[in-house]
């Protein structure tokens, strides 16, 4: 099982990024995948997950910005991020489990990750 990541790069304050983790060897069918981010001197943070049944989660103070989705052949799962802002900046790492995450946001709920792609937001 192994996870590569896409997608990332520089922006300026208010521009979008969409994130790509594809699945390698496998496909995403009956897995539950999440997007985690880390910035420099802070916690693995969860931000998004597509449910093994399709259920998106998304972290409350986000939610007007991101968009998850999944490509029909269940290979590749997008993270649509709009109206990115400095605190955005950090490396943006996608995780799976098979069928259920205990909890979504939690980076102890998956069992695979990528190997992370850096977002960077400045002006």
């Known amino acids: 099982v192994q996870l590569v990541e896409s997608g990332g790069g520089s922006v300026q304050p208010g521009g979008s990024l969409t994130l790509s983790c594809a699945a390698s060897g496998f496909t995403f069918h009956d897995y539950s995948i999440a997007w985690f981010r880390q910035a420099p001197g802070k916690e693995r943070e969860g931000i998004s997950s597509l449910g093994h049944d399709g259920t998106p989660y998304y972290k409350d103070t986000m939610k007007d910005r991101l968009t998850i989705s999944i490509d029909a052949d269940k290979i590749t799962v997008y993270l649509r991020m709009n109206n990115l802002q400095p605190d955005d900046t950090a490396i943006y790492y996608c995780?799976?489990?098979?069928?259920?995450?205990?909890?979504?946001?939690?980076?102890?709920?998956?069992?695979?990750w990528g190997q992370g792609t850096q977002v960077t937001v400045s002006s």
């Open positions: 995780a799976a489990v098979w069928r259920y995450a205990l909890f979504w946001y939690s980076a102890n709920s998956y069992d695979h």
